[in-house]
T-cell receptor, first 106, second 113 residues
Framework: DAKTTQPPSMDCAEGRAANLPCNHS???????VYWYRQIHSQGPQYIIH?????ETNEMASLIITEDRKSSTLILPHATLRDTAVYYC???????WGAGTKLIIKP | ETGVTQSPTHLIKTRGQQVTLRCSSQ?????VSWYQQALGQGPQFIFQ???????GRGNFPPRFSGLQFPNYSSELNVNALELDDSALYLC????????????FGPGTRLLVL
């Protein structure tokens, strides 16, 4: 069953980098990897996406392994407002897993 | 720039009824995708509309149907509601089908009794 696999929960200290892993071993060669986050059952918020190369924007960095079967989202300086459920997804139909609940602790 | 909007925000129906959910896409976007999110789970893809044509469908029965209008807004219709249809229904808009990011609306929470 194609989907992504993520740890169910992670903690991170405020001000430190949060590194969220994702396994997407069934991804095809031309499918993008996307990361979203969701706060309190609101609509998911787009963070970043990439195909093969590492990507960085004002919110986060995305590291994709060479075989493209896994990726890591990096929030460089986590704040309390980054507490959310983080999802990785792939394919234009956005195939997702159950996400990682990230808790930022003061 | 107006973001993705959805209506209604909440809805209560009884089993066997029909429901229509609405979505207005972000300005400039011609693609709308619909997702169902059960409590505690990730969203599941229902279908996508690109320039008024269905452009992919997930593993949902035919009683889930959709429509996209010339202004790229969209409707999701669900017939013969079942208790398991209770979920958050999310609409996302994007540009030109696949590849680029999808931007989500706030969702419609449907409760089927």
């Amino acid at each position: 069953d194609a989907k992504t696999t993520q740890p169910p929960s992670m903690d991170c200290a405020e001000g430190r980098a949060a590194n969220l892993p994702c396994n997407h071993s069934t991804i095809s060669g031309n499918e993008y990897v996307y990361w979203y986050r969701q706060i309190h059952s609101q609509g998911p918020q787009y963070i970043i996406h990439g195909l093969k190369n590492n990507e960085t924007n004002e919110m986060a960095s995305l590291i994709i392994t060479e075989d493209r079967k896994s990726s890591t989202l990096i929030l460089p300086h986590a704040t309390l407002r980054d507490t959310a459920v983080y999802y990785c997804a792939y394919n234009y139909q956005l195939i997702w897993g159950a996400g990682t609940k990230l808790i930022i602790k003061p | 720039e107006t973001g993705v909007t959805q209506s209604p925000t909440h809805l209560i129906k009884t089993r066997g009824q029909q429901v229509t959910l609405r979505c207005s896409s972000q300005s400039g976007h011609n693609t709308v995708s619909w997702y169902q999110q059960a409590l505690g789970q990730g969203p599941q893809f229902i279908f996508q509309y690109y320039r008024e044509e269905e452009n992919g469908r997930g593993n949902f029965p035919p009683r889930f149907s959709g429509l996209q209008f010339p202004n790229y807004s969209s409707e999701l219709n669900v017939n013969a509601l079942e208790l398991d249809d209770s979920a958050l229904y999310l609409c996302a808009s994007s540009l030109d089908g696949g590849g680029g990011p999808q931007y989500f609306g706030p969702g419609t929470r449907l409760l089927v009794l």
